[in-house]
């Protein structure tokens, strides 16, 4: 039997106050990188990578015009579902951990001299593997867009590797520390913050010393900001979230520190649009904490014929597919719930000129 996951009960507060930045497009990139995940600056290069299914392949990139300058192959090495590139002083990581169903048992890390990527005369290159599990991770039943053992974003800092979960389950990200050498590990979750928004990518500014978070809800795309990384790291997370405006692109997946407070992002190919280069100035954002956030309950979530809300003042709502397809909009009480198929779907309710949101389940 299909096991499905409850979703949490708050939902999120978004109105027109909320701060917002946005990043300038520079160019389209090469049509064969428009699945672009990962995305690394490093010595005045841009690296990046495709996600599932593609060649085993890095793509160093000309950030003018988005053209192809070099492909190294890893070539002990398949591309199963690659989401991320990192490095540290002396080695990058490739984090093949992709996993939208949350029932791969199969996640790696692979990792190789930095040096080797930096010779423009190298073209395939060995690597190193680390396997891994999720700790707290029991049943691996394929649960479509509900899971939270998908994974996008990673950084390396010290002596490890942290991975940023993308929740399709709660709209949080969950950190899990990884060792950097070789072995099979099962990891333990170190934090969890609430990004209100699905983790796709991640970088470290060493100079603020602050991890930079990019993503995207039913909302639109955001960044978030780690500030007072602690020793050991997030034991006292402080994050300010950000609307990020990115123009013809839907879907920003990833994130690489440049100087300063500049950043790079790419988007992938979607409903579309084509793949592209932005530049993002994080010296542009207000100074602001974490989005107010209030408390309501969905219950039963999730549901068969009708579900009800704690609060009975929320007037017009609307049930929006994950496609953002406005399916239904009625008073509260007049939704036909009945009509919908099971599946996965977004509840927008108003009140006092706010707007809540939030993932409801409909079963069979």
Sequence with gaps: MKRLIIIGLSLFFINSTQAQITADSITKLDSKIQESSGLLYLNGNLFTHNDSGNEPAIYEVDTTNGSIIRKVIIKNASNKDWEDITCDENNIYIGDFGNNQGSRTDLKIYYFPKSELLNSLIDS???????????DQTDFTPSNFTTI????????????????????????????SCPKVKGDYALSRIGSANTMGMVTGATYNPKLDMIVLCGYSFTG??????????????TNIDMDRYNLLVKQSIQIEGIAYANDNKYFLTSEAFQGTESLLSKLETDKLLSISSLEQESFSVFPNPFKESFNLSDNSFKSSQVIDLKGNVLLQSEINELKLSTLQAGVYFLKVMKDGKTFITKIIKKE
């Design 149 to 176: 053992y998908d994974a996008e974003a990673f950084v390396a800092l010290g002596d490890s590797l942290y991975v940023f979960t993308k929740n399709w389950g709660d709209f949080r990200t969950n950190i899990y």
């Design 221 to 234: 795309s955001f960044i978030a900001k780690f500030s007072n990384i602690a020793s050991p790291p997030f």
């Design 125 to 135: 290159i060995a690597a190193e593997t680390i396997e891994f599990n999720y700790k």
